[in-house]
């Protein structure tokens, strides 16, 4: 099995950084993409960052200047590093992840983070 782990929420002021960490762990053969998504005060889970198994990148408009996500392939992780914060980038962030088990059944994975409070005051 596969499983995805999210981390780093935490409070912070405006303007401030946090950096959110997602950690993907079990027999993988490989992962597709990687990235985060915000629940703010809907149900709704917004895209906030992708990276895909080639280093490309994808940004909601609301962050690209802002947000920045990288990976680390050998340790199946990736991070979000988000600087200057606002106020309505407080949400919940789930780490998500897709691609491929390893071994010689190898299958698809499609995996969500539990999320990470993140939370943002004026």
């Known amino acids: 099995q596969v499983q995805v782990v999210g981390s780093g929420g935490g409070l912070a002021q405006a303007g401030g950084s946090l950096t959110l960490s997602c950690a993907a762990s079990?027999?993988?053969?490989?992962?597709?993409?990687m990235g985060w998504y915000r629940q703010g005060l809907s149900v709704r889970r917004d895209l906030v960052a992708t990276i895909d198994n080639g280093g490309h990148t994808s940004y909601a408009d609301s962050v690209k200047d802002r947000f920045t996500i990288s990976r680390d392939n050998v340790k199946n992780t990736a991070s979000l590093q988000m600087n200057n914060l606002k106020p309505e980038d407080t949400g919940v962030y789930y780490c998500?992840?897709?691609?491929?088990?390893?071994?010689?059944?190898?299958?698809?994975?499609?995996?969500w983070g539990q999320g990470t409070q993140v939370t943002v005051s004026s």
């Open positions: 079990g027999t993988i053969f490989a992962i597709s993409e």
């Open positions: 998500h992840a897709r691609g491929y088990s390893g071994g010689p059944s190898s299958r698809p994975f499609d995996r």
